[in-house]
């Protein structure tokens, strides 16, 4: 990986329960983390996701999390070929 593409990329660890909007991303990761949730700390995590990644941006879920049933099920569309990953439309 390049250099000038490794200085964009930013890890960090942040508590989708407790935590406010972060920034904004293009790529937001959560894998393995709402389905601990219950229903109300899952809707405020996805507010979290959903104000932190740009228009157009990408959400990548795990296996066992989902925005089904969730106020921002409308706001992504799944990525073709794809089952865990969504684009931010709205």
Do not use: C, W
């Amino acid at each position: 990986m390049g250099s000038r593409l490794r200085s964009k990329i930013v890890f960090a660890q942040h508590n989708l329960a407790t935590d406010g909007s972060f920034n904004e991303f293009h790529l937001v990761v959560v894998r393995h983390a709402l389905a601990k949730y219950n229903r109300v700390l899952v809707y405020h995590a996805h507010q979290v996701v959903y104000e932190s990644l740009v228009r157009l941006g990408f959400l990548a879920l795990g296996a066992k999390e989902s925005l089904r049933f969730t106020p921002h099920q409308k706001a992504y569309d799944v990525v073709p070929q794809t089952l865990d990953f969504y684009r931010r439309i709205r």
